[in-house]
Nanobody, 126 residues
Framework: QVQLVESGGGLVQPGGSLRLSCAASGFTFSNFAMSWYRQAPGKERELVADITSAGRSTNYADSVKGRFTISRDNAKNTVYLQMNSLKPDDTAVYYC???????????????????WGQGTQVTVST
């Protein structure tokens, strides 16, 4: 069975740092692009960062550029999100996503290979 398990969330002060981890199992990790999303109360879920299957290319939301870094270790089946200079607006539940990026979102196969973790809470507050 497919599993994505996030860890590393918690309470930090503004300006602080956290590193999130997402451990994957039950599928061929190296064939999947990985993403971090977040959702704050009352807001839409938003893409924070993603990384291609071999880790050669990354993409970030404008709001986190220069502060967050996504990386992956295919030997450990794990993707990371290093978060520095944290702000109160970064407070959200952070979710790990895996997708092979081979199917259109309109394809019947898309949801079959779109995997999500349960999320980890990040709170940035004094």
């Amino acid at each position: 069975q497919v599993q994505l398990v996030e860890s590393g969330g918690g309470l930090v002060q503004p300006g602080g740092s956290l590193r999130l981890s997402c451990a994957a199992s039950g599928f061929t990790f190296s064939n999947f692009a990985m993403s971090w999303y977040r959702q704050a109360p009352g807001k839409e879920r938003e893409l924070v960062a993603d990384i291609t299957s071999a880790g050669r290319s990354t993409n970030y939301a404008d709001s986190v550029k220069g502060r967050f870094t996504i990386s992956r270790d295919n030997a450990k089946n794990t993707v990371y999100l290093q978060m520095n200079s944290l702000k109160p607006d970064d407070t959200a539940v952070y979710y790990c996503n895996a997708n092979p990026r081979r199917f259109s979102s309109s394809s019947s196969y898309y949801k079959l290979y779109d995997y999500w973790g349960q999320g980890t809470q990040v709170t940035v507050s004094t």
